[in-house]
Antibody, heavy 120, light 109 residues
Framework: QVQLQESGPGLVKPSQTLSLTCTVS??????????WSWIRQPAGKGLEWIGR???????NYNPSLKSRVTISVDTSKNQFSLKLSSVTAADTAVYYC????????????WGQGTLVTVSS | EIVMTQSPATLSVSPGERATLSCRAS??????LAWYQQKPGQAPRLLIY???TRATGIPARFSGSGSGTEFTLTISSLQSEDFAVYYC???????????FGPGTKVDIK
């Protein structure tokens, strides 16, 4: 069974770049069966899909964040990463990595989430 | 972007009662609709996909129905562990983004 674990700084200053990594275990990130996504959730609010990457490196991003988001994959480490630039307090949220099989599908595996606070 | 709405925002139910949650899409998503359960401090858990197929290990008291733009999640007899927030999510292939509903909180009456 695939397991996901987010890691990265819990505090980021405004205008800086938020960087998170998701480590995949229990399966190969380059197996070709899965797409790898980032999803976030501000405290007390709903879920927002940020974007996804396939093992080939192809990406899809939420248009609302596209100008600030970069998702990349490191198959040698079985990891994928999120970079979100020019952050503000509105980017404070729990960030989840998640995965689905097939081109489009439900998110069947999730990481536990990591809280990132944007504050000076 | 496909906008998802859910109703009601909060549903107060007694244990053992039936709960019916609604989800609506702003345009047809066919049956590309999932339901998730989220408890405080936890990641969402997939309950239903394909509008009506239970995910692995999900009890039979959870059922989903609908297609196109109108969907329903029914919990036939609420157990104490079912009090949580429920989100619907569309994963239709066009436009190519995933969107979630705002959630329905099921709490104890």
């Amino acid at each position: 069974q695939v397991q996901l674990q987010e890691s990265g700084p819990g505090l980021v200053k405004p205008s800086q770049t938020l960087s998170l990594t998701c480590t995949v275990s229990g399966g190969s990130i380059s197996s070709g069966s899965y797409y790898w996504s980032w999803i976030r959730q501000p405290a007390g609010k709903g879920l927002e899909w940020i974007g996804r990457i396939y093992t080939s490196g192809s990406t899809n991003y939420n248009p609302s964040l596209k100008s600030r988001v970069t998702i990349s994959v490191d198959t040698s480490k079985n990891q994928f990463s999120l970079k979100l630039s020019s952050v503000t307090a509105a980017d404070t949220a729990v960030y989840y990595c998640a995965t689905h099989s097939g081109s489009y599908g439900p998110f069947d595996y999730w990481g536990q989430g990591t809280l990132v606070t944007v504050s000076s | 972007e496909i906008v998802m709405t859910q109703s009601p925002a909060t549903l107060s139910v007694s244990p053992g009662e039936r709960a019916t949650l609604s989800c609506r899409a702003s345009q047809s998503v066919s049956s590309n609709l999932a339901w998730y359960q989220q408890k405080p401090g936890q990641a969402p858990r997939l309950l239903i996909y394909g509008a009506s197929t239970r995910a692995t290990g999900i009890p039979a008291r959870f059922s989903g129905s609908g297609s196109g733009t109108e969907f329903t999640l029914t919990i036939s007899s609420l157990q104490s562990e079912d009090f949580a927030v429920y989100y619907c999510q569309q994963y239709n292939n066009w436009p190519r983004i995933f969107t979630f509903g705002p959630g329905t909180k099921v709490d104890i009456k």
